[in-house]
Every structure is written in structure tokens, then in C-alpha cells.
């Protein structure tokens, strides 16, 4: 693959079975908040004898961390493929290869004030991150409701840091679908997302602009509440990590 060699700051564990990969960013690399890469992950020395599987160590992936910020990050779900073997060994000093970032799921135009609603599944948590951490920095005015489902509360990545989030307009829901925890007074919900979650947080649903990330399952699901409320094609804009199976975003 061609592209830019980065080597691995640290890594860290941010959730149940899931990892935070910080590398240098190198000097002048630029990208818009939401966008992804192409990562591709040399085959170690030590792992020799691994056989490859036919998906290859190169995989689609959000970039975690925010355009203003120093390092790039990445963060993914543990899997049993080859290219999460080999990410779970990588340690720092490690390098991988990665093209230009690129697609859509960015935010509009700034004269487009519409309020934005994310809904993210599990790992889908990764473009928003960015999105919501780039438009604190910028001290956006911009209303923003985040609805996140996870299936418990160990799985649910960048709980703390979404939570405080300081931009004047936001809002985030905890949905958490297989959790039997007694829920919070507030912006805390138990079961799948629903047509009924959606009126209940979403006041104006025909006046906003949405943002739905995860497994194409849940993708696909969260898509047909929205078309079933009216919400025409042209406000809704999918991010559907493909190649994720639903039980890795844990909707
Ligand atoms: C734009 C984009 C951004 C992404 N961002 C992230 C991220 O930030 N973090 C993250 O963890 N993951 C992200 N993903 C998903 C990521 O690329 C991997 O697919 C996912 O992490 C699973 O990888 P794996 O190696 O564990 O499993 P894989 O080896 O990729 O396989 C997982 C399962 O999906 C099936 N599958 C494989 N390829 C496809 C395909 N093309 N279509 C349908 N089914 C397929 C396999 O048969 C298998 O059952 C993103 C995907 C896209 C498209």
C-alpha cells in the first residue's frame, strides 16, 4: 500500500475488549473531523509462522482523535483476525502505513446551523469523538444531541470524555440495550433505540441533520426509524462500518 509510514505512541485500553492506538502524527498531514484511512499493519518478525487470512492486514478506519490534536489516534474492537492479532501486539516504537484520510461523514457547512444528532453503535463512537472534540475546540454554538448504544456500560469507549464535553448546546444519551443497571434520572436509557427514544430527545425531527455510525445492522436499523419519521435522505448521513459484525458494535 502506498502512504505514510507512523510509528505507535502508547496504547491504551478505553473499554471492554477495546483500544486506543496513539501515533505521531506526521508533519503537515491534514484532515477533516470524521474522516477515515486506509491502515495497513506490517507482518511482525516474531509472528513468522502466522498464516495471513485472506482478509489481509489492511482494514478501513476512523480517526479517533481530533484535527487540532498533536497525535492520531485510532481505536478498535479486539477481533480474532490477523490484523487485530497483529494490532494487539503492537507495541510503541511500532510503525503502519496509512493513506490519506477521506470521506463525508463531516460536518456541514457553518452557514448550515441545523442541529446535529449522532447515533453511534459501539466502536462508531470513533468519528464522533473527533467531530465533537474538534467543535469544543472551535466553541462551536452548534445544538448537538449524541445518542450512544452500547450493550453494557463496560463496552461503552470515551464514556467520561463525551460526558464533558464543553459545547453550550450538547446532549448525551447512554443507551445501554443489555443492561439490567437501574437507569440514571437523566440522558440514560435502557433497550434498543427506538422510534419512541427518538421523539422522546429529538424535539424538532424534521429540522435536524443526522448522523448514524456503526455495524451496517445498526446502521440499517437506526436508517429505517428515521425514513419511517419523515426524515428525508438528503439529512441523513451514514457512516456504516462495513466489514463489522453487529456484535462488535454492540448496539
Ligand atoms: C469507514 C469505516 C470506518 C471504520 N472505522 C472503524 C474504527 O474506527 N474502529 C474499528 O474497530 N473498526 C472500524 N471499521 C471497521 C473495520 O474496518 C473492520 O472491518 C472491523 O474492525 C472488523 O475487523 P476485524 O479484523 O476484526 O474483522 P474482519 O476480518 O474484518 O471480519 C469481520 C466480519 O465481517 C465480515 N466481512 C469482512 N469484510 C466484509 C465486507 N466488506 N462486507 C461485509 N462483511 C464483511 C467477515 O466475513 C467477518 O464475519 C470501519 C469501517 C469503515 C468502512
Same mark, same amino acid.
Given at each position: 500500500m502506498?502512504?505514510?509510514?507512523?510509528?505507535?505512541?502508547?496504547?491504551?485500553?478505553?473499554?471492554?475488549? #477495546? &483500544?486506543l492506538? $496513539? *501515533?505521531e502524527k506526521?508533519?503537515?498531514?491534514?484532515?477533516?473531523?470524521g474522516q477515515?484511512v486506509?491502515?495497513?499493519?506490517?507482518?511482525?518478525?516474531?509472528m513468522?509462522?502466522m498464516?495471513?487470512d485472506p482478509r489481509g492486514?489492511?482494514?478501513?478506519l476512523?480517526?479517533?482523535?481530533?484535527p487540532f490534536e498533536?497525535?492520531l489516534?485510532?481505536?478498535?474492537?479486539?477481533?480474532?483476525?490477523?490484523?487485530?492479532?497483529?494490532?494487539?501486539?503492537?507495541?510503541?516504537g511500532?510503525?503502519v502505513?496509512?493513506t490519506?484520510?477521506?470521506?463525508?461523514?463531516?460536518?456541514?457547512?457553518?452557514e448550515? #446551523? &441545523?442541529?446535529i $444528532? *449522532?447515533?453511534?453503535?459501539?466502536?462508531g463512537?470513533?468519528p464522533v469523538?473527533s467531530i465533537?472534540?474538534q467543535a469544543?475546540?472551535d466553541?462551536?454554538t452548534r445544538?448537538f444531541?449524541?445518542?450512544?448504544?452500547?450493550?453494557?456500560?463496560k463496552?461503552v469507549?470515551f464514556?467520561e470524555?463525551?460526558k464533558n464535553?464543553?459545547?453550550?448546546?450538547?446532549?448525551h444519551?447512554?443507551v445501554l440495550s443489555?443492561?439490567?443497571?437501574?437507569?440514571?434520572p437523566?440522558?440514560d436509557?435502557?433497550g434498543?433505540?427506538?422510534?419512541?427514544?427518538?421523539?422522546?430527545?429529538?424535539?424538532?425531527i424534521s429540522?435536524?441533520?443526522y448522523?448514524?455510525v456503526?455495524?451496517?445492522?445498526f446502521?440499517?436499523a437506526?436508517e429505517?426509524i428515521l425514513?419511517d419519521?419523515g426524515?428525508p435522505?438528503?439529512?441523513?448521513?451514514m457512516?456504516?462500518?462495513?466489514?463489522l459484525?453487529a456484535?462488535d458494535?454492540?448496539k
Amino acid at each position: 500500500m502506498n502512504g505514510l509510514t507512523i510509528t505507535l505512541k502508547e496504547t491504551r485500553d478505553v473499554a471492554d475488549g #477495546t &483500544r486506543l492506538f $496513539v *501515533f505521531e502524527k506526521p508533519q503537515g498531514y491534514t484532515f477533516k473531523a470524521g474522516q477515515y484511512v486506509a491502515l495497513e499493519v506490517p507482518k511482525p518478525d516474531g509472528m513468522d509462522g502466522m498464516e495471513i487470512d485472506p482478509r489481509g492486514l489492511t482494514r478501513s478506519l476512523s480517526i479517533a482523535s481530533a484535527p487540532f490534536e498533536s497525535d492520531l489516534h485510532f481505536t478498535m474492537r479486539k477481533g480474532e483476525s490477523s490484523f487485530k492479532q497483529v494490532c494487539w501486539k503492537l507495541i510503541p516504537g511500532a510503525t503502519v502505513v496509512i493513506t490519506k484520510a477521506v470521506g463525508f461523514f463531516v460536518l456541514p457547512a457553518e452557514e448550515d #446551523t &441545523r442541529p446535529i $444528532v *449522532f447515533v453511534a453503535g459501539g466502536i462508531g463512537i470513533t468519528p464522533v469523538r473527533s467531530i465533537l472534540k474538534q467543535a469544543e475546540h472551535d466553541k462551536s454554538t452548534r445544538n448537538f444531541t449524541l445518542l450512544y448504544a452500547n450493550r453494557f456500560i463496560k463496552d461503552v469507549a470515551f464514556e467520561e470524555e463525551m460526558k464533558n464535553i464543553a459545547i453550550p448546546h450538547f446532549r448525551h444519551i447512554t443507551v445501554l440495550s443489555k443492561s439490567e443497571d437501574p437507569c440514571a434520572p437523566d440522558n440514560d436509557e435502557r433497550g434498543y433505540i427506538c422510534t419512541e427514544t427518538i421523539q422522546k430527545y429529538i424535539k424538532d425531527i424534521s429540522g435536524c441533520l443526522y448522523y448514524i455510525v456503526g455495524s451496517p445492522q445498526f446502521s440499517g436499523a437506526i436508517e429505517k426509524i428515521l425514513i419511517d419519521l419523515g426524515v428525508p435522505k438528503e439529512q441523513r448521513h451514514m457512516d456504516p462500518f462495513t466489514g463489522l459484525k453487529a456484535a462488535d458494535t454492540k448496539k
